[in-house]
């Protein structure tokens, strides 16, 4: 060290240099000839501190001792590496919650009938009429006539509004969801779930029936009793089941005054409680369904939960069509009208709105039913 005063302060913390270059911890004597000889112990690998041994912040561990490798003591808290969000994903498919099927449609069919301004219509019948008269060439008797009744319904409008905020939409779009389309869906959702309901039950307080509470339709009957006791299907064989539809169809082809073959296009249905009760067989492994289809070729069979009335379970036997013409639909005067977008200062507004006119049955004679299954 060529530098006298930093060697000096250097020496003030313990750090010394020596001038020759010796071994840290022995120094090497040498003979007259120039030979080593045995090392002796050097005075200041005994007695001079390392540079080290100054530092108090180095520490070997639980002997206390100096080292150069120990490791600093931590200042902050212990961590669990990364956020946890960042090791998650999002699945890019949406899962939509499960409701009840909407049968109405399916059952009746649907059909337009005036518009969102229409509030209400009338549905003529028309019925022929005469009498006959032994023939003579100068007789007038007999007489021919027509007549024509008008049967009234009331059309029912009803509305959803949409709502969305701008801060809203956007955070949905962090979520890789689009916010507005779901509102569309669930809008749509909401809109045909009340027209379903309509179909079946009309609505209260105005001219509009639905397929299970219409006044003009016949007085259910009631099935027989099962061996096992009561009426229910659930106590009921294979075979008691098919004696039940056979019923069914005898009191519709006694309603339509004998205008009916078993190869006639009919529609049964039930409700999703009892329908699984059509999978019972009989002694010959044959099931209840397989029987029926067999006697009644064209029949469709439909389940809807609505058939497990207050007062039973529902069955009903119907005819589609007769002599071309639909027994009842699903009336609607607008399925689905969007209403102009109503922009406020972030956020936006929509009303859906539609109408419904129940079912209209227009021929109730040709629907039987069975109530107590």
Known sequence: MRDLGLRSELAEV???????AVSPLHDVTHAADGRAVSPTFNAWGRDLALAVDANPNIYLGANGGPAFDAQPQAITAASAGIPAFLTNVISPEVIRIITQPMRAVEILGERKEGNWTTLS???????????TASYNDFSANGSTDAQANWVPRQSYHFQTIEQ????LAAMWGAASLNYKAELDMA???????FYNRSGFYGISGLTNYGLLNDPSLPTPGTPATKVAGGTA????????????????????QTQMGGNLEMTDAMTL????NRYPNLAKVSAFNVSALTTIMQTFPNMTIKQAPEYSTGGGELIQLLLPTYDGIRTGYIGFTE??????????????MQKISAGTWGAIIRRPIAIAALLGI
């Open 233 to 252: 299907w659930t106590n009921a064989t294979a075979q008691e089941i098919f004696q039940d539809v056979l019923a069914l169809y005898a009191r519709l």
């Open 14 to 20: 313990g750090v010394h240099f020596l001038d020759t």
């Open 187 to 193: 809008a749509a959702l909401v809109i045909n779930k």
């Open 164 to 167: 969305w905020g701008e801060r």
């Open 269 to 272: 249905v039930l409700s999703t």
């Open 121 to 131: 219509a009338q549905f003529p019948m028309v019925e022929g009429a005469g009498t």
């Open 335 to 348: 399925k689905y009208r969007a209403h102009n977008l109503v922009t406020q200062l972030s956020s936006w």
